[in-house]
Structures are given as C-alpha cells and as structure tokens.
C-alpha cells in the first residue's frame, strides 16, 4: 500500500479518480526524487494507462455533453442555412472580380506554380557568380532561340500549336531584352543602393539585412531598363507583374506561390505581337509560358545570383543578403575563428572519433550563428546515444530536472502576503562558445567519483507519448543506486523482467566524452579542422554539456544568492528571484563582472531588473523564457513574437492531404499558442489576466484560420460549410482544452463555473473569427452572414460578460448557473431595459 504522503501526491497529480483506483486496488506507487512513479510491474503499468485514458476520455465526454447543453438548440446547424442563399449571390460577385470569366477555363487543369527556394547557408557559399546561369540569355544566339525555349521548354507538359505566325514580331523585342540585360550593371546598381545612406530598420534581423526598400528600388530599376514594354503591351500589365514580383519576395519560406491570379488580370488586348494568332486559347497559352519564363528563368535566377536568401532560424520569413556582403561575412568569421585559436589543425588520433560535420550559418544581428551539423554513421549514432543518457542521467542526479512552472508555483504560493518581490533576468554571452574544455571535463570527472567501474544498461517501460501499436514503449537507461533516472514528474514507468543487462564501464563512457570535448571538427571546403575552444552548436550532446557546465557555476559560484533567493535556470537564461533587494543588486553586479574563471559573461542589453542599478532601466515587467512576468503581481503572460502570424504558419505536410483536412490538421494543432498550466493558474493569475490571455489566444487563432483559408482554397465559395463546421469543431475543442488546463489548477470547480468558462471562450472565439475575417475583402462576404447565425446569441453573452467584469469570482461559481437560466428566458427584453435589468438582478 501506499503511504499517506504519496498518495496526497498522486491525488495531486493525477486527480482523484485515480488515486482512488490504486487505493483500491492496493497499487502501490513509489515515487522517486524528480516526482516520477515507479509502478511495480509492465501489466500494472498498462492497467494504469487505461485507467487515465478512460477518465480521460470520460471527461472529454462530459465536456462536449455540457457544451451541447449550454449552447441553442438549432447551434450546429446554424451557419449553413443561409448559404444556400448567399451562394446565388455570390456568383454575381464573382464575376464582378474577373472581367474576362473565359480565361479561367484555358487554366482550368493548368498548375501555373513556382517556388523560391533559399539559397545554401552551409559554409563556404560564397562561390562567385560572375554570370547569370540563364538559358536563353546567355546561351541563346538569336531572338527565335529564345522564343522557342520559351514554347518548348517552358511547362513541356502544354503543348502549344499554330503560335509561328507571333515569331516575326515578337523575336525583335526578346532580342532587345537580351541586349538591354546584357548592357545593365546589376552588380554596380546593387553597390549604389547598398551606399545609399538610410536608417536602418529596428525590426531587422541583422544589419547587413537587404531593406525592403532596397530590393523593390532594385526590381523597379530591372523593369524600368531592363524589361521592354512593348512585350506586354501597356505599363498596366507590366506593373502587375512587378507587383506579383514584390509579393513573392515577402512569401513565407516551404510555400508555393500560383500565377495563375496574375495571368487570369493580364489585359492581352494591347499586345500587339499576339495579334496575328487567331485563337483566343493559344494567345492566353502563350501569355501564360511568357510569364512563367520571366518569373523561373530572369527574375529568380537573378535573385539567386546577387542575394543570399535565408532565414534567421526562427521563423519563415526570409532575409534578402547582398551576395557580396555575405561572402565577406563568411570570410570574417573564418578568419576571426583562425585568429582566436578557435580553428585548430586537425590531429589523427587511433581510438574513436566523434562525427565531422559542416558548419550551416544563420544572420544575427551583426554577426552569424554556426549550426553544426555533424555526419553520423549508425556506430557513431549508437554510441551517442549511450552517451548522451549518462550524462542526461549524471545531470539529473547533481541538478535535478528544470521545471519552471512547479518552481514559479512554489514562489508565488511562498509569497501569499503579496510582499515586494526582486527580480533579476539575465543571459549568458555565446553559451556554448564560452566553455572551457578543460574545466568541463574536469568537472564530469569530478561527478563520476562516486560511481562504480561499470554501469548496467537495462530496459525501463514507459507510456507511449505517440500510439501506433501499443501503449508503452521501451527504453534503455542506466541502473545504478548512485544514477537518477531522468524522467519529467509524473512520468509513470516500470523495471522489466530482463534478466540480461548491458555493461558499459565507466573508462569508456569517460574517454568517448573526451573525445566529444576536445576532439570536435568541422570541415570547410577539403579542409578540416579541430575546435580548440568551446562547444559546437547543433550536435545531440552539446545542449546536456552545456548545462552541466553552467549548473556547475551556478551550484558553486552562486551559493550566496541560493540561499537569499530563487535561481531558475534554464539552458543559458537565468532567472533569480528574491525578497532582498541587497541581494538582487549584488547579482546584477554578479552579472556585470561576470565569473572569469569560467569564462561566464552576460549580455548587458539583455539584463531586465525591476532593482535600480547604475542607471538601469528599471521594469516592471521583464521577459524569461517566453513568458512576461509582472513584477508586482508575479502573473504570467505569454511573450508573442513580433513576427507577422503568416510567417509563422506551416504550410508543408508529409502527407497528400485535401485542403480541408490540412486545415483540420493545422487548426487543431492547439500546441502552437504554447498555453501553459502555470499561465492558467487561479492561484498565480487572475481571472481578469486568465481572460486577457485567451482572448489573444481566441484572436490569434482566428487570424491562422483566416491566412490558411485564404492560401488552401482556390475556390473559398464552394467550400463555406465545411470550413464554417471545421472551425465550429475546433472552437469546441479549444474550450475543452482550456476547460481541461483550468480543472488541474481548481479541482472543485462546478458545473456552473465549467458553463461560464466555456460560454466565455466559445463566445470570445467567434467574435474573434468575425472581427477577423470582417476586415479581409475576399472572406468577409462569405463569413460575416454565417458568424451571426452561428455565434451563441450576443445578447444573452452581453449580460453574462457583464457579469464576469463586474462581479467577484467566487460569486460567479454560486450564482451564474442561476442567472445564465434567467437571462437566457429575457432575450426579447428591448435594449432600453437593458442596464436597468442589470442592476435589478
């Protein structure tokens, strides 16, 4: 049986239900340091799982059953009823937006689609591009060579005949944008621009980024002297070409970008070289290989030649690097690496050697972040990962398992007079470049004293995270009275009945973590060379190293500020929390001085205080780890990029799905807002704050909804009802969600309470979605009709969100239940009555 303490425990995490189960059934949990449970054997590990799923899915159950009787009756088929009728609307308006209809139906079985790949970021890439790699201009002797690469070569699968008559006149004006190309200084237009003194953008990824500015002076000064207009006939087509031209610059990486809008506005009328062809079909096939051409073999191919084009690693959105520029700026970091003794000569060493790899760099702001990227065999992969759990595991014994948000809950629940709390964020200067191998071989030494000659590996069962064909998975893990087992709490596992173990012997597992340490090489072009200082970044030990290291200096040169405080650490941000201000500013002056004899400096501009020191900028609310903290109250929000929503979505799947159920799969991806227990914490924020935290949620996600219709659907009319039922699905589903978080902070709620959270949020969402996709042009008028219909009634809502602004939470649970039956009975009530009412009840 259990004791009284573990089984408090498991209550806590895992709920009732289930304790009660093992109380019953005289399971007995043992739960270990880090707050996971061993559970006595593989069968009653598989009988537990079922247990949670069941009460899982028991619990889901109940929600959608409490959800179909809080909302109207008619609710899910509200929303669909009124597009029979807006849908014989909607032709006229569709054919107000193309005013020549035939065009579609030359395009109709037609994929007029290119992409714009980014170039290599692997070092070196800076291979000189003297020349266009074009084939027409560059190769092509005559205007008819081009013209018939054009017909020919352009999509081999559109076959176009009876097109000869157009050669005598168009040959002439190919010919002139053979020769105008020929005579134009791209490279000496790219250095003048480059010159140009402007401000530079705040918002920039890094400096020597190419401003939008810049790149559209650079395709306006190629159409302008380059392009000949005659070739589309008036300067109207030529400037929506150019505008085509800007919108796919701005695209997001991985997505596909269609041609077929821009062909289906051309004006064919004025071109006078088209003329002479009789059918309508072919002129419009001709048009559209003549664009494809400009786009896929000029355009994008001068691109490529005189722009890096990249990303910072962080998102889709792509940086545009003059290729000069970042030729120089490999060169640089070469050098500088060179300089410091950081690029050593390589040494052959017998014994076994760690994976080369190749650098890839990413722009920073002034500088670039190498990503390693290491070439494994199997062996090599085996053997790091044998490695990689000893350390994880060494780790784990020494430091325990980083969990920000039990941590924060403990302060705040420390903290309940609301004293005056101090804190101090800071980051470490190039985390991994900054360790010294020496000292952080010596220190593993150090950890490993107590540990026996040799190590057994033995199996350990766990709950599958991902089902396919069973429940559990097995894994290997150290087995040693002197080893934690480096499981997250509330992980549930069992020791198998393998009688064979594996042994490892301690000298191995030390010399091959030599090996990693000091033996790291990377090669550049047929050269290679040894890391003589720090750790690469991007390989599977560097992140465990890397924190040993610096949990190390914490442990050591930090002990003071443990015991007059909280440090939170995780990778190479920390975090220090304290009710003395005299602490919290000897720790800035500990992060101003940094710890030298470990090499350990922060960044100044990244140091966030609410302790006036030397002149500091003194903030109330300071940023860590993606959550913005308020100092007074120590609520949580969530930090949200500043990067445009569109490049932040996916838009490339493994799978051959329909645009509808890519749109299921992505919306449904409710991990994305990164909404976090702790944030949803009665005890640690408001209710006011909760509220403010789903209704960016509630906007966010309308705003992912409204850029995947619009880049999924070629045709959003004939597809309103089943988008308007995928959204109504997943809003229920968010409120579940949510429903779920907020039932592990406050166990006891009631039935009224889950009925006003979740009338809340459905609420929220869908004047969310109708804000939303009332301001775009193309879904407003399929959508706004359907969200009148379909959100709950806003009078009914508009009293209850009144309630929920206005009165104390608790009263709420008692009260609302009642009042929501009342109000719901009132709708006819005029608007006049209405404050009146209110301040009756």
């Known amino acids: 049986m259990m004791d009284n303490v573990t089984a408090q425990t498991v209550k806590e995490t895992f709920g009732t239900v289930f304790q009660q189960y093992c109380l019953r059934r005289k399971i007995s949990l043992k739960q270990d340091e880090n707050g996971a449970f061993a559970v006595p054997d593989t069968n009653t590990l598989r009988e ?50 193309y005013k020549n209809t035939n065009v579609n139906l030359f395009f109709n079985d037609i994929e007029i689609t290119i992409y714009l790949y980014n170039t290599s970021t692997v070092l070196p890439s800076y291979k000189s591009h003297t020349f266009l790699t074009n084939y027409a201009f560059n190769t092509a002797k005559s205007g008819n060579e081009i013209y018939d690469f054009i017909i020919k070569e352009t999509m081999q699968n559109v076959t176009i005949t009876d097109y000869e008559v157009s050669i005598p006149l168009i040959v002439p004006l190919l010919e002139e944008f053979q020769k105008r190309h020929k005579k134009f200084h791209y490279f000496s237009i790219l250095k003048h621009l480059d010159h140009k003194q402007e401000v ?134 070469v050098k500088k690496r060179i300089r410091s003794h950081i690029f050593q000569p390589d040494v052959k060493l017998n014994e076994w050697n760690p994976p080369i790899g190749t650098y890839k760099l990413f722009p920073k702001y002034s500088t670039v972040r190498p990503i390693f990227k290491p070439q494994c065999t199997n062996t090599d992969k085996n053997h790091l990962y044998t490695i990689h759990k000893f350390l994880k595991q060494l780790h784990t014994t020494n430091y325990g398992i980083t969990d920000f948000q039990k941590k924060w809950k403990l ?253 299921k799969k992505r919306l449904d991806n409710i991990a994305t807002f990164k909404i976090s227990k702790v944030m949803l914490d009665s005890t640690i924020n408001s209710t006011k704050a909760i509220r403010k935290i789903l209704n960016r949620i509630c906007l966010l996600q309308a705003k992912r909804a409204c850029i995947l219709i619009k880049e999924l659907f070629s045709s959003v009319q004939t597809n309103v009802g089943s988008i308007l039922k995928i959204i109504k699905n997943n809003n229920e589903q968010i409120a579940r969600y949510v429903i779920k978080i907020l039932l592990t902070s406050e166990r006891n709620m009631n039935k009224s309470t889950i009925c006003a959270w979740n009338n809340y949020i459905m609420y929220t969402l869908w004047i969310s979605y109708k804000a939303v996709f009332k301001k775009d042009r193309i879904l407003h008028k399929y959508f706004t009709t359907s969200f009148l219909q379909t959100k709950i009634n806003s009078l009914t809502l508009q009293y209850y969100y009144i309630f929920f602004h206005n009165l104390n939470y608790s009263i709420i649970n008692q009260i609302y239940f009642y009042c929501y039956k009342i109000i719901s009975t009132t709708l006819n009530i005029l608007h006049v009555h209405q404050l009146h009412f209110v301040s009756t009840l």
Request: hydrophobic share 35%.
């Open 48 to 97: 537990c799982i079922q247990v949670l799923n069941r009460h899982k899915y028991k619990l889901d159950k109940r929600l959608k059953t409490l959800q179909k009787s809080t909302l109207p009756a008619n609710y899910s088929n509200r929303g669909t009823q009124s597009l029979s009728k807006q849908n014989k609307t909607d032709g006229t308006e569709k054919r107000k937006l």
């Open 200 to 333: 530079l953008n705040e918002k920039s990824k890094c400096k020597y980024e190419v401003t939008k500015q810049k790149l559209r002076s650079f395709f306006d000064l190629i159409f302008a002297k380059v392009v000949p207009l005659n070739i589309f006939g008036k300067l109207r087509n030529l400037k929506k070409i150019k505008k085509t031209m800007f919108n796919l610059l701005e695209a997001p990486c991985f997505k596909s970008f269609d041609l077929k809008p821009l062909i289906e506005r051309l004006d064919i009328a004025p071109i006078i070289w088209l003329k002479n062809i009789k059918s309508t079909k072919t002129k419009w096939l001709v048009i559209m290989k003549l664009v494809r051409w400009l786009f896929v073999e000029f355009l994008l191919k001068i691109l490529y030649t005189y722009f890096h084009i990249t990303t910072s690693g962080t998102n889709n959105k792509r940086l545009y690097i003059i290729r000069a520029n970042w030729n120089s700026v490999q060169k640089k970091f």
């Open 411 to 663: 302060i705040v629940k420390r903290n309940r007079k609301m004293e005056q709390m101090y804190l101090v964020s800071c980051d470490v200067v190039d985390a991994f470049g900054s360790v010294i191998q020496e000292q952080l071989y010596d220190i593993i030494k150090s950890l490993c004293d107590d540990l026996p000659d040799s190590l057994a590996l033995k199996y350990y069962v766990l709950k599958s995270e991902r089902k396919k064909d069973s429940d559990v998975i097995y894994r290997q893990y150290f087995s040693d009275p002197y080893l934690s087992l480096p499981f997250a709490p509330g992980t549930l596992y069992a020791h198998t009945n393998y009688s064979r173990s594996q042994w490892i012997k301690k000298k191995w597992l030390l010399d091959r973590i030599s090996s990693c340490i000091f033996y790291q090489r990377v090669q550049i072009k047929k050269k290679i060379f040894m890391l003589g200082k720090g750790l690469v970044q991007g390989t599977m030990l560097s992140p465990i190293l890397s924190d040993i290291y610096y949990n190390f200096i914490l442990h050591k040169k930090m002990t003071t500020f443990l015991r007059t405080g909280q440090i939170i650490k995780y990778m190479d941000d920390i975090l220090y929390v304290t009710k003395s201000e005299i602490s919290a500013v000897q720790f800035l002056h500990l992060t101003k001085r940094g710890i030298p004899q470990y090499n350990c400096y922060f960044k100044q501009a990244k140091t966030q205080s609410n302790v006036a020191f030397k002149g500091n900028a003194i903030m109330n609310n300071i940023t860590y780890i993606g959550y913005k903290i308020n100092c007074t109250t120590l609520n949580l929000k969530p930090k949200r990029s500043n990067t445009d929503i569109r490049y932040l979505i996916s838009f490339s799947t493994k799978c051959n799905l329909t645009p509808l159920q890519l749109l």
